[in-house]
């Protein structure tokens, strides 16, 4: 009786030692209650909080961004068991994302599977859970140009596209001179509409389409690619002195990447610009300082930390000679140079400043 009870002892502690194995050191294991957002829009999604870290299904995070810059496909080789994630590509549904259901954190254990981004073989610690891959979303985000902050008042987790242009992306060997544009103007209700097509050799790359408001004081301005889908909105508004007071980018479905507002003082100059993601959140802003003459003498520039603290990131120094614009010197926080750019004669404007 007693060696019976001993061998049920030693099945029930060998079961246990290997679930605990096969749990792969995730001592902590739940369906995650934070909220998620990308790019400000809320996301049905059910992922993982493993040891303190949130973990995201692949195809969850990959039909999340198949709107944005960000997107990217994912395919699978089960002979070599390689995820391969490739940027830039439209991804293929299979179904069964972005679905919320059962906890299934009994059945996580460390993934046998090798992450493979654009051809390159990455080292990251990926979990199985009911049998797809998961994959802490920081461990990801540089690859895939994304943002991620924490907000702690709302617990949720802001996926934010970065790094994204108003404009697609031109190869290096057309970024010179030669970039032909061409323009044509037409009317439009309460408005005028203008197209320029930027081309190089004969070969058009892309083409904008800017919408003139005057009367909302606003201006659209919707950029295409040469198949005509579009790639970005940017939206402006003005105060009644023409001053710009609002940029926005945004891509077709809505999601908006970026905007900024901007400030003037009493004498119709500059003051402060403030820069926000498409949540919301804050991050970063700028400061003008003007002399007694009137003339801006430096421009402060911090960016906003996830916990709402900021910072100074560089600072802009006007440098004159002969009483003209003659240098603008930018300058770490620590007081280091970082570059100068030499102003030639007779430039009236530079950034938001204009000179007499």
Same mark, same amino acid.
């Given at each position: 009786?007693?060696?019976?009870?001993?061998?049920?002892?030693?099945?029930?502690?060998?079961?246990? !030692?290997?679930?605990?194995?096969?749990?792969?050191? =995730?001592?902590?294991?739940?369906?995650?209650?934070?909220?998620?957002?990308?790019?400000?829009?809320?996301?049905?999604?059910?992922?993982?909080?493993?040891?303190?870290?949130?973990?995201?299904?692949?195809?969850?995070? =990959?039909?999340?961004?198949?709107?944005?810059?960000?997107?990217?496909?994912?395919?699978?080789? $089960?002979? /070599?068991?390689?995820?391969? %994630?490739?940027?830039?590509?439209?991804?293929?549904?299979?179904?069964?994302?972005?679905?919320?259901?059962?906890?299934?954190?009994?059945?996580?254990?460390?993934?046998?599977? #090798?992450?493979?981004?654009?051809?390159?073989?990455?080292?990251?610690?990926?979990?199985?859970?009911?049998?797809?891959? +998961?994959?802490? %979303?920081?461990?990801?985000?540089?690859?895939?140009?994304?943002?991620?902050?924490?907000?702690?008042? /709302?617990?949720?987790?802001?996926?934010?596209?970065?790094?994204?242009?108003?404009?697609?992306?031109?190869?290096?060997?057309?970024?010179?001179?030669?970039?032909?544009?061409?323009?044509?103007?037409?009317?439009?209700?309460?408005?005028? *509409?203008?197209? #320029?097509?930027?081309?190089?050799?004969?070969?058009?790359?892309?083409?904008?389409? $800017?919408?003139?408001?005057?009367? *909302?004081?606003?201006?659209?301005?919707?950029?295409?690619?040469?198949?005509?889908?579009?790639? $970005?909105?940017?939206?402006?508004?003005?105060?009644?002195?023409?001053?710009? #007071?609002?940029?926005?980018?945004?891509?077709?479905?809505?999601?908006?990447?970026?905007?900024?507002?901007?400030?003037?003082?009493?004498?119709?100059?500059?003051?402060?610009?403030? @820069?926000?993601?498409?949540?919301?959140?804050?991050?970063?802003? $700028?400061? =003008?300082?003007?002399?007694?003459?009137?003339?801006?003498?430096?421009?402060?520039?911090?960016?906003?930390?996830?916990?709402?603290?900021?910072?100074? !990131? +560089?600072?802009?120094?006007?440098?004159?000679?002969?009483?003209?614009?003659?240098?603008?010197?930018?300058? @770490?926080?620590?007081? *280091?140079?970082? @570059?100068? *750019? =030499?102003?030639?004669?007779?430039?009236?404007?530079?950034?938001?400043?204009?000179?007499?």
């Amino acid at each position: 009786m007693k060696k019976a009870c001993f061998r049920l002892f030693l099945c029930a502690a060998l079961i246990v !030692a290997l679930s605990a194995l096969n749990r792969a050191d =995730a001592a902590n294991v739940s369906v995650s209650s934070m909220n998620v957002k990308v790019n400000g829009v809320p996301q049905t999604v059910q992922a993982y909080l493993i040891d303190g870290n949130n973990y995201f299904k692949l195809r969850d995070l =990959a039909m999340m961004l198949r709107e944005t810059p960000n997107r990217f496909e994912v395919g699978y080789d $089960s002979a /070599t068991k390689k995820v391969a %994630l490739t940027s830039g590509q439209d991804y293929t549904s299979v179904g069964g994302e972005l679905t919320s259901g059962q906890d299934l954190s009994y059945t996580c254990k460390i993934s046998p599977s #090798t992450l493979v981004i654009d051809g390159e073989v990455r080292t990251c610690r990926s979990y199985n859970i009911g049998g797809n891959n +998961y994959f802490k %979303l920081r461990d990801l985000s540089s690859s895939l140009k994304l943002s991620v902050a924490y907000d702690r008042k /709302t617990r949720t987790v802001l996926i934010r596209s970065v790094g994204v242009s108003a404009t697609p992306p031109i190869p290096a060997a057309e970024q010179n001179d030669d970039m032909k544009i061409h323009t044509a103007s037409s009317s439009v209700d309460n408005g005028r *509409q203008t197209k #320029t097509v930027y081309s190089f050799q004969n070969k058009e790359l892309y083409y904008e389409i $800017s919408e003139e408001f005057p009367q *909302q004081k606003r201006r659209k301005v919707t950029t295409y690619t040469m198949d005509d889908a579009v790639y $970005s909105i940017v939206t402006m508004e003005f105060d009644d002195a023409g001053n710009l #007071t609002k940029w926005e980018l945004s891509l077709e479905n809505g999601m908006i990447i970026r905007y900024t507002l901007s400030f003037y003082d009493e004498q119709n100059r500059w003051i402060r610009d403030e @820069s926000y993601y498409g949540d919301g959140m804050m991050g970063g802003y $700028s400061e =003008a300082e003007y002399g007694e003459d009137g003339r801006p003498v430096k421009e402060r520039n911090y960016m906003v930390r996830e916990d709402g603290e900021s910072e100074l !990131a +560089y600072v802009l120094e006007f440098r004159y000679e002969g009483g003209a614009l003659h240098k603008v010197v930018m300058v @770490s926080a620590g007081g *280091q140079v970082i @570059s100068e *750019q =030499a102003i030639r004669a007779g430039v009236i404007t530079y950034g938001h400043y204009k000179f007499n």
